[in-house]
């Protein structure tokens, strides 16, 4: 479908159709057209936003890649760069420009007018990945003295720029937020009520300095469509909306992937990341890794002696210290995920840690069971008990380490995604392997 489109696109521009072309564009959503944008030719590119009505250009301009629209703002003239930062919203302009590199920002931070870059400057200078950042600061408010008929007069005024109007906030005349007031009290009010006979105060809010993730479990929890967004003071300074909040628990749930990888966080999308790029997000860690990976070479080497008198224990290595390394990845990753949405707090980690020793108890013993048939089949009587221990021993400690690890991490204010599958794995091969030899040395020597 996608690669038709694109066909016809071209062949309507080579026919020179405007008027088609617009007719054929304005059918599509404009994530579609955002698709196809990058798979036209510069040229195309241009025509097609010159074609395009100023605020459609800019709804299809928010939804491109960061290179894309760096790439697009370039082939465009300064005047028709201006038009479409200038009608893209504060929070989707900010969030593009925290992804550029200096010099670019400040190239298109001179297209802006005054307003536009003042707003620009002002949400970029909160921290990173803060609230600030996030927030948009369209949005509608009216004062507690007004009456209703005023206040709607205002709506109908200042909400066509505004992302949403279904909540309509009422500050004081310092701009201190007093309420959050659904749309529909108003329209259903008297005229001539004031807007404080209809509040209520029971609103949520959020400081601009909070991490953007807090603003996606508030909004999960209180099931908003909006959260509004105060300074220090409790002043009014924008409002979270719940699409924006979709778009970073989508970011953030890809850090964990790629965090749980290994992988350092890429700051754009796989396909806009280079090859050195890619390499620097990895080799890190990797190499971090090998040298924990030494230390279980350093174990075996140690029992190297043992190994030689019962080559059968050689037989179990990789069999163990895999159920080991599974096993751990499999309770950090739920400890992770907990933590992430608030399952679980920080301070419930002596109640997780019981309820993993139980789990680990079960899971080692039915683990146990298997492996020492196994043993035993496989290297006699003797053998199969080290092996039946050495795995009920190595399931417990590991499944105990893989709760407990994120706990420690996340008390340090470590993120504790990374305590998942390559870090457990590494480490718990190295403990397995202790295990296992200290097992089969008292085993061996009491039989």
């Known amino acids: 479908m996608a690669e038709l489109l694109d066909v016809k696109i071209k062949e309507l521009i080579q026919q020179q159709k405007w008027a088609d072309i617009r007719e054929l564009l304005s059918e599509l959503p404009a994530p579609d057209i955002a698709d196809m944008l990058p798979h036209l030719d510069k040229h195309e590119r241009v025509l097609i936003f010159r074609v395009f009505p100023r605020p459609s250009s800019a709804e299809v301009f928010s939804y491109l890649q960061s290179q894309d629209k760096d790439t ?26 925290e992804e550029l590199p200096g010099q670019a920002i400040q190239r298109l931070l001179n297209l802006l007018n005054p307003d536009d870059r003042k707003e620009t400057l002002q949400l970029l200078g909160y921290p990173e990945e803060s609230v600030g950042r996030l927030m948009t600061p369209d949005y509608v408010a009216v004062r507690p003295d007004w009456t209703i008929n005023h206040a709607l007069e205002h709506i109908r005024t200042k909400g066509k720029d505004c992302e949403t109007i279904n909540v309509v906030y009422v500050a004081d005349a310092s701009w201190r937020l007093l309420d959050a007031l659904e749309l529909r009290r108003f329209i259903l009010s008297n005229p001539d009520d004031l807007v404080s006979q209809i509040m209520d105060y029971s609103y949520v809010s959020i400081s601009a300095f909070k991490d953007r993730e807090e603003a996606v479990r508030m909004i999960q929890h209180y099931d908003l469509v909006a959260v509004p967004v105060v300074d220090s003071e409790g002043v009014l300074v924008g409002i979270v909306t719940v699409d924006d909040v979709l778009d970073v628990a989508q970011e953030e749930a890809t850090e964990d992937f790629q965090k749980s990888a290994a992988v350092e966080p890429l700051k754009m999308s796989y396909r806009e990341t280079g090859i050195w790029a890619l390499y620097r997000k990895r080799i890190i860690w990797l190499l971090m890794l090998v040298f924990v990976s030494l230390i279980s070479s350093g174990v075996i080497a140690a029992y190297e002696d043992m ?62 069971m298997a492996t020492w048939v196994l043993g035993f089949f496989r290297g006699g009587f003797k053998i199969g008990i080290v092996v039946g221990l050495s795995m009920i021993s190595i399931v417990i400690v590991t499944n105990i380490m893989g709760v407990v690890l994120p706990f420690f991490l996340t008390r340090f204010r470590i993120d504790p995604a990374v305590a998942s599958n390559p870090l457990i794995t590494s480490v718990a091969d190295a403990i397995g392997l202790v295990i296992y030899f200290t097992i089969a040395t008292r085993v061996l020597i009491v039989l």
Not at 86 to 92: C, F
Not at 313 to 318: S, T, W
Not at 345 to 360: C, F, H, N, P, S
């Open 307 to 368: 190994l030689a008198s019962s080559i059968a224990l050689a037989f179990f290595i990789p069999l163990l210290i895999a159920s080991g390394g599974n096993t751990g990845a499999q309770s950090a990753t739920l400890i992770v995920r907990a933590i992430a949405t608030g399952d679980v707090t920080t301070g419930q980690w002596l109640w997780a840690v019981g309820k993993e020793i139980g789990v680990g108890v079960l899971l080692g013993i039915t683990m146990g």
């Open 72 to 97: 697009l703002l370039t082939e465009l003239t300064d005047e028709e760069a201006h038009q479409i930062l200038s009608n893209i919203s504060p929070d989707d302009r900010t969030e593009f420009f």
